[in-house]
């Protein structure tokens, strides 16, 4: 698992992202190339969407709660992951979407 330091503008996913969050905007990305498994049954277009946003590298807010917790946010929607010891896996938890203000 690599946590890399780059301008959020640069990053590329699949749609593009707004960062209205004060907490999605220090720069910091989480970027992985591991298997997804969804648990709860989100569907594949929301695992792709995932998996893309991974691997470009993502906006992330770490639970402090919970070691390898993570929630990630694309245009729209916020996922929840857990990511294994040595990032072999990242087990989807919860996906939603974010309310239109």
Known sequence: MNATLMPTG?????????????????GV???????????????EAAVERLR???AGGVPFIKDRKRAR????????????IHVLRNADKVLLLARWEEERV
């Open 29 to 43: 990305v989480l970027r992985l190339n591991a298997p997804i498994e969804d648990l709860r049954g989100h569907g």
């Open 10 to 26: 640069s990053v590329s996913t699949m749609r593009p992202m707004s960062l209205e969050s004060s907490v999605f905007r220090s």
């Open 52 to 54: 893309q946003a991974l």
């Open 69 to 80: 917790y993570y929630e990630v946010r694309l245009e729209g929607e916020r996922f929840y």
